[in-house]
């Protein structure tokens, strides 16, 4: 069983892995002048809105997302609408850690929140996927053993390695290199999306190789 749910896991990121490819190499094709340093806010919500799409989609289509107790159109209408909320909060979130980690407040405002935006898509959004939006099992499965499957495990890894991956992003910006992916927030954004896709690779194989050892309360 576990196996099929790892060859699944494994499928998945790989779909999600090539949308950001695609999300990188159709723009690039289609719209004039397009690059990853030139145009690097197209290129983050063009990255963010595929990773969406396509992580909803699959997650659909695997039956990841929890399963409403009321099938009422109003019940899931409000499901719907408290995941957008979630979604929101998020880029909220993301963007004030952002600044009291030392974004500019008001210069970059604009660059700041995208970052936040696709911070929340590369986090936050799997956590709904997999979780909805219920806070306190966003809590459980982020505290210690608190994870109850796999893909518990899965969000754990994906998201740590994001957020390092947006930490380390940082450290070259005050340098003195005059280079273009030291300007807000290109090496933040670029270190987050490395993370992410090291996350999408090293999910499967960890829990693949751990899986004698894994061990889950039940729900």
């Not at 390695?161 to 380390?168: E, I, P, R």
Request: hydrophobic fraction near 50%; include cysteine.
């Amino acid at each position: 069983m576990w196996d099929h749910e790892i060859r699944s896991m494994a499928s998945s990121h790989a779909i999600v892995a090539a949308s950001v490819f695609m999300a990188t190499v159709v723009p690039a094709v289609l719209v004039p002048g397009f690059s990853v340093y030139g145009t690097h806010l197209l290129w983050l919500y063009s990255v963010s809105a595929a990773v969406t799409g396509v992580s909803v989609a699959v997650s659909w289509l695997l039956g990841l997302t929890p399963p409403t107790k009321k099938h009422t159109l109003g019940y899931k209408l409000s499901r719907l609408f408290r995941s957008c909320l979630y979604f929101f909060l998020s880029c909220l979130f993301f963007h004030v850690v952002l600044v009291l980690y030392g974004a500019p407040l008001i210069e970059s405002a604009v660059e700041t929140f995208s970052l936040a935006v696709l911070l929340t898509s590369l986090t936050s959004l799997r956590c709904l996927c997999v979780l909805g939006p219920n806070v306190q099992a966003w809590i459980r499965v982020f505290s210690r053993h608190g994870a109850m499957s796999i893909w518990d495990t899965c969000l754990q890894i994906t998201v740590a390695c994001t957020l390092v991956g947006a930490w380390l992003g940082a450290f070259p910006i005050p340098l003195d290199w005059d280079r273009p992916w030291q300007v807000w927030p290109v090496s933040c954004s670029l270190g987050a999306m490395i993370g992410y896709l090291t996350g999408l690779v090293v999910a499967p194989a960890w829990i693949h190789y751990h899986r004698k050892q894994l061990t889950y309360k039940s729900k």
